[in-house]
Every structure is written in structure tokens, then in C-alpha cells.
């Protein structure tokens, strides 16, 4: 099967070299396994353990020595370092004493990189023992760049990563405006887990969206979780998918799915731990005219959320395409994100606001996004307020203007 390669192989194979463990964080299928297994097939010296084995989770959790005695009977090469891949890393009771313990006396034989689609129960387990001793990725769904190299798209994929928005001079892809339309609309629409993009019709690309949902947001998040109240961890996912973009209301949403306010914020943050939402705080610096409490939530992709509400109809026919594409633009900001960007949103009292607002290397970002161009009023208000930003209108519309600020989406 061919590989397309992903934005954080280079990152991850640069830390390949290193002596920390590696972990590999993400939902299922968004590509993690697939990921370690073509560094496998790059390094001759390698091993692979997938913890949903019982055989193989019984033995790592029996201790260090013990796991270290089973990898020396496997005939692992004695002159040279070998990569030991460990899959579904949360199910292993105590990991962080085994990744000291390889780290602190044998790494230079064994190189530990592990992978998990539970945040929380693997950063719950992150000790004191750990620090120095991990590198930490986050494997996200396709961003659009990678989009278009699943879909056989080299050249626009490239050009597509190769600049920051805030540094676009001319559009490097304005004679294929025609073709991105369609790409783009496909990926607003069905979002990035990696199978649904290969897939070519419809009915394929829901069929894979549907199992995602069922299998892992309304099955296993609850099993791994220990969220015991079914139908009501069901009812706020899709009620999740009906508010995304807009301020939550937790008492309001906790009266509306019948959980205690603090059961519903387990709930959310669940949802948060295993890649499904996002949610992003207000910023402020003003605390007498600006919200500073409540925040907003977004999916981490548009598929899931458009399977949730059961809609896949043509963007052109829809009244929340605005959401979409606002939510898609979140996701790019979070899946190119670097360690120290911080993305939030602005609301005055006056109920001014501004979409996103992205601090970067020291400087700041403030992105309203509009299904056309739409007014610059409120962005306007945050550039007077905030003088030392920068300010951009994201649209849909392909008739932009780079020269005023005025972006493409696809370019973000």
C-alpha cells in the first residue's frame, strides 16, 4: 500500500536520533499505526507491540526487567540500536517506570516510541521520573495540505506548506483556484481521517465516518473513560455537533442532557483527551469590556461533526456552511500548530468579536472568517484596540485580495 507521508514524519524522525522515548498521540485512524509502521520498514533494526494483544500487555506489565528479558529473546541486534514501537501505550498499567528504566540504562540499545489514542489516561501517567526522558507528538486528521497529497495532489501539497499565512506576498496558487475549490468543498465537508479521504464516493466516505463515530467516539471513549451514562454521553455529543463555533453554557447544556454540571465537564473534557473537540478561551487583556470565562468548542473534524448531525449536503444548500468553514480553519490553525502557538477568540461586552486571535513568535494574529468577504467592523475594533496585531479576513470567496489582508481559505 503506498505511504503519504504526513507533516510530522521529518519531526518525528529528527527525534528518532535522540535518547528520549517518543510518544505518538492522536484519535484512532487517524494514522498513528501506520506511521510507525513505515518507520519500521525504514529501520532494519526494529519491533513492533501492539497492546491490544494480551500476550504482549501481559509481559509489559509483569515489569521492566521482565519486558527487557522478552525483547532480548526476540534476537534483537546486539551492535546496533533498536527501535521498539509500542502500540495502544494507555493499556500498560505502569509505563512511565518502564521508559525511565530503558531510557536511564539502555538506550543505547533500545529506542522506546510508543503511540495512544487516550491523552488523558497516558499524560495521567506522564511522572515527575519522565521529565527529560519524552518527546511528546500530537497526530491530528489530514490537514488540507496533506489533504491533497492523499489525492494525489503533490505539487499543490507543496506549495501549500511551504509559507505562514501572515507571510503571504501573492498567492503561489491563484491558477488553480478551479481545482482547490473542488478539493476544498470535498474537505469541508467530510474532513481528513485518512481512509475517508481515499475513498471516492459518498456513500463510502459516510460508511467510514459512521463506523469511526460508533466505534470509538460512542463506544470506546465511554469504555476507556469509564463514562457510565450512555445515553447521556450520546445526547451531548450530537448536541456538541449542533453548538460548535458558539460560546457553551455549561449549566445550560448540563440541564439539557440531564448530567451534573461536574459530570458534564468530565464528559467535555473526554471528548477533549481523545482528540473528538477542542475548546478555546476567550482573550483578553481588558477584563472591565472583554469576556475572560467562557469558551468555545470546535471539532476536530468536520466529518465527524457533519456525521453527528447527519448532514451531508452540498455546501452551496446549507445555512451553517459559515461554521464549517470557520471550524475547518480552527483545525488548520491546530493541526500546523507550533509548540508555542496559543489560539483564541475576542468578545467584548458590546458583543464585538473576532474569530480567532493567534499568538506566534512574539507576535499577534486576529482572523475573522467569512463565508465571503463580509464587514471589517469588529476586526477593525480589535487592530484599534490591539495595535500591535495583525488583522485578516479569511473567505470562501475566491475573488481575495492578498495585498489587503484579504485571504483565502485554503491558504491558512
Avoid at 493499556?91 to 510508543?114: G, M, Q, T, W
Avoid at 499524560?123 to 489525492?151: A, D, H, T
Avoid at 451553517?320 to 488548520?332: A, S
Wanted: proline fraction near 2%.
Amino acid at each position: 500500500m503506498k505511504y503519504y507521508k504526513r507533516l510530522l514524519d521529518d519531526q518525528v524522525r529528527i527525534a528518532l536520533a535522540k535518547d528520549e522515548a517518543i510518544f505518538i498521540l492522536g484519535a484512532r485512524q487517524v494514522g498513528k499505526t501506520t506511521l510507525l509502521k513505515k518507520l519500521m520498514s525504514e529501520n532494519e533494526h526494529s519491533f513492533y507491540l501492539d497492546l491490544e494483544n494480551p500476550q504482549y500487555l501481559s509481559i509489559i506489565n509483569q515489569g521492566s526487567e521482565e519486558f527487557k528479558a522478552f525483547l532480548d529473546s526476540r534476537g534483537l541486534s546486539k551492535q546496533n540500536r533498536n527501535l521498539i514501537f509500542i502500540d495502544e501505550i494507555q493499556y500498560a498499567k505502569d509505563f512511565s517506570s518502564l521508559i525511565k528504566y530503558f531510557v536511564d540504562h539502555y538506550s543505547e540499545r533500545y529506542k522506546l516510541i510508543l503511540s495512544g489514542s487516550s491523552s488523558l489516561q497516558i499524560r495521567q501517567n506522564f511522572k515527575e521520573s519522565l521529565v527529560g526522558r519524552k518527546i511528546v507528538f500530537e497526530l491530528y486528521p489530514l490537514s488540507f495540505s496533506e489533504y491533497c497529497e492523499f489525492k494525489g495532489e503533490a505539487i499543490l501539497s507543496k506549495k501549500l506548506n511551504n509559507f505562514n499565512f501572515w507571510e503571504i506576498k501573492d498567492d503561489p496558487l491563484r491558477f488553480d483556484k478551479i481545482r482547490l475549490k473542488a478539493l476544498y468543498q470535498d474537505f469541508l465537508t467530510f474532513g481528513g481521517f485518512p481512509k475517508v479521504v481515499l475513498e471516492n464516493s459518498k456513500a463510502d466516505k459516510i460508511k467510514i465516518l459512521k463506523d469511526i463515530v460508533t466505534s470509538y467516539i460512542l463506544k470506546d471513549i465511554r469504555h476507556i473513560f469509564n463514562l457510565e451514562k450512555t445515553d447521556q454521553f450520546n445526547h451531548l455529543v450530537r448536541l456538541l455537533a449542533t453548538v460548535m463555533g458558539k460560546e457553551l453554557n455549561f449549566s445550560k447544556l448540563a440541564t439539557e442532557v440531564k448530567l451534573h454540571k461536574q459530570t458534564l465537564q468530565h464528559y467535555i473534557n473526554a471528548l477533549e483527551q481523545a482528540y473528538i473537540i477542542k475548546l478555546i478561551q476567550p482573550y483578553y487583556k481588558n477584563l472591565a469590556t472583554e469576556l475572560r470565562k467562557t469558551p468555545k468548542c470546535f471539532f476536530l473534524d468536520n466529518g465527524i461533526r457533519n456525521l453527528l448531525i447527519n448532514n451531508f449536503s452540498e455546501l452551496e444548500f446549507r445555512i451553517d456552511r459559515g461554521e464549517l468553514l470557520e471550524n475547518c480553519i480552527f483545525t488548520q490553525l491546530q493541526k500546523k500548530s507550533k509548540p508555542l502557538r496559543k489560539i483564541n477568540y475576542w468578545r467584548t461586552k458590546n458583543h464585538q468579536e473576532v474569530d480567532f486571535i493567534v499568538q506566534e513568535e512574539n507576535k499577534l494574529f486576529a482572523l475573522e472568517v467569512k463565508w465571503n468577504k463580509g464587514s471589517w467592523a469588529n476586526i477593525k475594533k480589535f487592530g484599534q484596540v490591539y495595535s500591535n496585531s495583525e488583522i485578516f479576513i479569511v473567505s470562501n470567496n475566491l475573488d481575495f485580495d492578498i495585498a489587503n489582508n484579504v485571504l483565502p481559505a485554503y491558504l491558512i
